[in-house]
């Protein structure tokens, strides 16, 4: 076993890692002009044939990192092909969610497109078991998945990988074990050949990724890349602002009306209750937006994301089930009452859904922490999703009195690793939106629990519905899916118009330039009105006048 953690003194671009032609095209055609750290240093030790342990935080290019290698290999063994080589899987992707393994497909895709009618690829994440079977008699070369679906696979006898495979790699491994597939990994393992590569990615070098080490590697290399968990002040910029739960919605609200949050959105909350409440509560002020929780169909998840990062929407309501259900603090809680919303659902969730981790959100400009996370590795995954790819971001936690213990967890977790990071006070006087708290509690008020489970049956039934009757529409007709949209209107409270502007007069001196209403003050109109302005404005002016006029007719 040897460590590798000190950064490469001499910066190896893509053309010198000897990759095919093929493969630099395609990482020409997606814009990746220079590898990130972990990718040079990742390459070329897998290209070697190394068993590798890699830790990149969110958004380092741990998936570039060990596609690059795999396509490298496959059409290494077919291309030394003497005729007498049979078509088989030899590659496998395992990833803890389906989110994530429809965009690792999408990725390996893109760096086989100049590789068509050689790689096959084919995700068996989000399909049915029986939809996938006849895809996998096929024999890809690579099938990339979730641990669960693949151990199903396996077991029905539709792939047999105990002799063909030549690499595994298990992405997010420290998601792995907690998101519960820890004896289908292990069944999976009972099932493949005994020599073969295997790379294990993960953002943090847990207790879990040590047991799938142990399970997995057979002397790897570790690389541990010196970047901290998050990037530095420069390119994401951390606020933090301490209020009360309630005034929590009217900030969102106003933040929202006033333009004071521009660009791609998520917003997360604590559960799937409050991801459909924040939506309807939303759309009561014209502030259209799309949930993404583990209730939605597969299909119905990875679309929306697709579509996000398309520019489709820009604002995304997401429940961060996994982490704030489960994690290192969650056997402390026990005792305590659980969450009300969390103990009245009993719906079926889907345990390979994942939103905090590993979902490429793309272009992210704010991550807004409406509910505060329960421990520091779910803000720093969190937060994550934001500033990536060299792009700049911010991130706003909202935090209550009763939040003020996880806060301070946070607050120490960056100072040791996070790059010298600090949360910031928001720079906010809730004071001057006096003349939102009305508006924002009586459409707070109007979200009932009645109204969200409506809405909840509504969402879905709506997805359930597209998904089954077009499902055969949009593989021939594939652009039409793009005008499936999910951020529609639930309409399960009753519509107020008024509450889709914002009155000039309920809005501080102070905010107005910051609303776009700079220069708008009325002029002066040098026209002369007609007569029949005149009767109007005079009318205006003394609302007694039209009925007396009325009655003297």
């Not at 939103?355 to 720093?380: E, H, L, T």
């Not at 109204?451 to 594939?478: G, H, M, Q, T, W």
Request: hydrophobic share 35%.
């Amino acid at each position: 076993m040897t460590e590798e953690n000190e950064e490469s003194k001499k910066n190896l671009p893509f053309h010198e890692m000897e990759i095919d032609e093929r493969i630099l095209k395609a990482i020409a055609k997606l814009g990746w002009i220079q590898p990130t750290l972990i990718q040079e240093r990742g390459i070329p030790l897998l290209l070697e044939g190394k068993d590798l342990l890699a830790r990149g935080r969110t958004g380092s290019g741990k998936t570039g990192a060990f596609s690059i290698p795999l396509i490298q290999r496959i059409l290494d063994i077919k291309g030394k092909n003497d005729g007498s080589l049979t078509q088989a899987v030899r590659g496998v992707v395992l990833c803890p969610s389906r989110e994530l393994a429809r965009q690792t497909t999408q990725v390996l895709n893109a760096l086989a497109n100049s590789c068509v009618g050689i790689i096959r690829i084919v995700d068996i994440g989000a399909k049915d078991v029986s939809a996938v079977k006849p895809l996998l008699k096929d024999l890809p070369d690579i099938i990339v998945g979730t641990p669960g679906r693949l151990a199903q696979h396996i077991k029905e006898k539709n792939v047999d990988l105990s002799v063909s495979l030549e690499v595994l790699i298990i992405d997010e491994a420290d998601l792995i074990f907690s998101f519960g597939f820890e004896a289908d990994i292990r069944y999976i393992l009972e099932n493949l050949p005994p020599i073969y590569q295997a790379v294990l990615t993960s953002a943090t070098l847990s207790d879990d990724v040590e047991r799938l080490k142990k399970l997995v590697l057979n002397n790897p290399v570790i690389l541990k890349l010196s970047e901290p968990d998050l990037p530095d002040s420069s390119q994401l910029t951390q606020y933090m602002f301490k209020l009360e739960e309630e005034e929590k919605y009217v900030l969102i609200y106003a933040l929202f009306k006033l333009q004071l949050v521009r660009g791609r959105t998520i917003i997360f909350v604590s559960t799937v209750d409050r991801c459909y409440k924040m939506k309807l509560y939303l759309e009561q002020f014209s502030i259209p937006c799309c949930v993404l929780n583990s209730e939605l169909p597969a299909a119905t998840r990875c679309h929306t994301v697709s579509q996000f990062n398309r520019g489709a929407y820009s604002v995304i309501v997401a429940a961060d089930e996994k982490f704030l259900d489960e994690g290192s603090d969650a056997k402390k809680k026990k005792g305590r009452k659980a969450d009300k919303d969390a103990e009245a659902s009993k719906r079926v969730k889907d345990k390979e859904s994942g939103v905090a981790r590993g979902i490429d959100f793309q272009f992210v400009s704010n991550v807004i922490n409406f509910d505060f996370p329960k421990n520091s590795d779910s803000y720093i995954h969190r937060v994550g999703r934001t500033a990536r790819a060299g792009e700049s971001g911010t991130a706003l936690s909202l935090v209550s009195g009763r939040e003020a213990e996880l806060l301070k967890e946070v607050e120490d977790r960056l100072a040791e690793v996070g790059g010298g990071q600090t949360l910031r006070p928001y720079q906010f006087k809730m004071e001057e939106l006096d003349g939102f708290k009305y508006r924002a509690r009586d459409a707070w008020r109007s979200v009932t629990k009645v109204a969200v489970r409506e809405a909840r049956l509504k969402e879905i039934k709506i997805e359930l519905l597209n998904s089954a009757k077009l499902k055969s529409y949009f593989e021939d007709n594939p652009r039409d899916k793009q005008m499936l949209r999910h951020d529609k209107s639930l309409h399960t409270v009753k519509h107020q118009e008024h509450l889709k502007n914002v009155p000039e007069y309920i809005i501080p001196q102070t905010l107005r330039s910051m609303a776009g209403m700079r220069g708008k003050k009325r002029k002066g109109n040098h026209t002369k009105p007609s007569e029949t302005q005149k009767k109007f404005q005079k009318r205006k002016a003394d609302p007694l006048d039209f009925g007396i006029a009325k009655r003297k007719k």
